[in-house]
């Protein structure tokens, strides 16, 4: 009986990984302007969320650079204007926009990225998106972002 007992113990510690790892999410990005994902859920559960950008092409930051972007449905076309003027050195990302919830850094081929931000920042009913602001790449490369139980 005691080796049951420490049996189950030792499997509950074992499933403590993937309850973590719903509060995190890697995201490829390619040499041919797509993510690997169209929709991304996070749990209501999350305290924080964590999203791994890999850019898992081989093209350079300058040619086909990529970032992982959140904010609102309504914000992506005012972002994606305003980080073209703000250009390559700055991300293609306004510096201090509010309405950016989160963001990696713009990476090249081969480089990855991670960004983490308070699940508290969503509102549940808003539409939210993930998008590239690399010129160009918010029309092909997003998805959705939704809160869940």
């Known amino acids: 009986m005691p080796f049951k007992f420490a049996a189950a113990i030792l499997l509950s510690f074992a499933s403590l990984p993937a309850l973590a ?3 995190e999410v890697d995201v490829a990005a390619t040499d041919k302007m797509t993510f690997d994902t169209d929709a991304i859920e996070i749990s209501k559960s999350c305290e924080t969320f ?4 890999q850019h898992i092409g081989s093209m350079g930051i300058s040619s086909m ?3 992982w972007v959140l904010t609102k449905e309504s914000d992506v076309s005012g972002i994606t204007t305003a980080g073209i003027a703000a250009g390559l050195d700055n991300d293609y ?3 201090e926009d509010d309405r950016i919830i ?3 850094d713009l990476i090249g081929g081969g480089e ?3 960004t983490t931000f308070d699940v508290a920042d969503l509102e549940e009913g808003k539409d939210y998106t993930f998008f590239c602001s690399f010129p160009g790449h918010s029309t092909a490369m997003r998805g959705s972002v939704t809160l869940v139980e």
């Open 112 to 114: 990855s990225s991670s």
């Open 21 to 23: 790892a719903e509060c």
């Open 50 to 53: 964590t999203v791994n950008l």
């Open 65 to 67: 650079g990529h970032n």
């Open 102 to 104: 989160a963001h990696t």
């Open 93 to 95: 990302l306004p510096t």
